[in-house]
């Protein structure tokens, strides 16, 4: 059985930083990865992706040149850097993972219905 769980949501002042750990524990000792956020009133949107082998990265425009996503030294963590964030970044942030290692474009890994595996969610509020 696999688990997701999320970690380290909270609230910060515009230009702040958070960042987000993702931890799938499952047969595997790693996952194609991807974070998505849903905030009230709006429908879920895809923020960042991470590739099976963590070479390959994608982002959505408009998180493009301020979150990071990358893999832990223990393979089976995944981590979203947060940096300059904005009040419409506000939102529920949840963590995805699928079994499939062969998902790897931007198609693939920022679909929501190709990930089997989902977190809990956690809060990130960005205000003044």
């Known amino acids: 059985q696999v688990q997701v769980t999320e970690s380290g949501g909270g609230s910060v002042q515009p230009g702040g930083s958070l960042q987000l750990s993702c931890t799938v524990s499952g047969p595997f000792n790693r996952y194609p990865s991807g974070w998505f956020r849903q905030a009230p009133g709006k429908e879920r949107e895809f923020v960042a992706a991470?590739?099976?082998?963590?070479?390959?990265?994608h982002y959505a425009a408009t998180v493009e040149g301020r979150f990071t996503i990358s893999r832990g030294n223990a393979q089976n963590t995944v981590y979203l850097q947060m940096d300059s964030l904005k009040p419409e970044d506000t939102a529920g942030y949840y963590c995805?993972?699928?079994?499939?290692?062969?998902?790897?474009?931007?198609?693939?890994?920022?679909?929501?219905?190709?990930?089997?595996?989902w977190g809990q969610g956690t809060q990130v509020t960005v205000s003044s």
């Open positions: 991470i590739s099976w082998s963590g070479g390959t990265t």
């Open positions: 995805a993972a699928d079994s499939d290692s062969y998902l790897i474009s931007f198609a693939d890994l920022s679909a929501a219905d190709n990930y089997e595996y």
